[in-house]
């Protein structure tokens, strides 16, 4: 009996380290979405970590970025083609442990266009330092 019942307590201890775990990743990827949608130069540039890349796929912003200087020039070049705009998250998963966060996020954002996105992000203490910006065309979202 003592030991189903140590199981037990080991089985809810481990749930419960990994409930704790889920979630801050997925914050940062929706205050980040939300500064997207606001055209928040400032608070999408300062997420990134010291090393970071950006894989933009798709569109006319293609290519990858990992100098801070050409990651804040896609990112003002987007904001000025799309002006104001709104987000619409239609689906997100998040994968933590300790070493780090991932979040993959299926996102519509409405402005002068809309560009549906599958959006992949990985966090390291905090920073975001792995980007897919995933041009979707053809998802139903």
Known sequence: ??????A???????????????GPAED???SRIDA??????????????????????GGPLDGTYSQPGKIKEVWSKFFAAQGAQKATVAATAE???PK?????????????NTVKVRY??????????DEIWQVNPAATY
């Open 1 to 6: 009996m003592r030991l189903s019942a140590l």
């Open 8 to 22: 037990a307590t080991l089985a809810l201890v481990a749930a419960s380290s990994s409930a704790a775990l889920a």
């Open 28 to 30: 940062l990827a929706k």
């Open 36 to 57: 997207i949608a606001g055209a928040d130069l400032a608070a999408v540039t300062a997420a990134y970590g010291p090393t970071a890349t950006l894989h933009w796929v």
């Open 95 to 97: 994968a933590a442990n």
């Open 100 to 112: 780090g966060g991932t979040v993959s996020v299926d996102v519509t954002f409405a402005g002068k």
């Open 120 to 129: 992949v992000l990985l966090y390291r203490d905090g920073k975001l330092v």
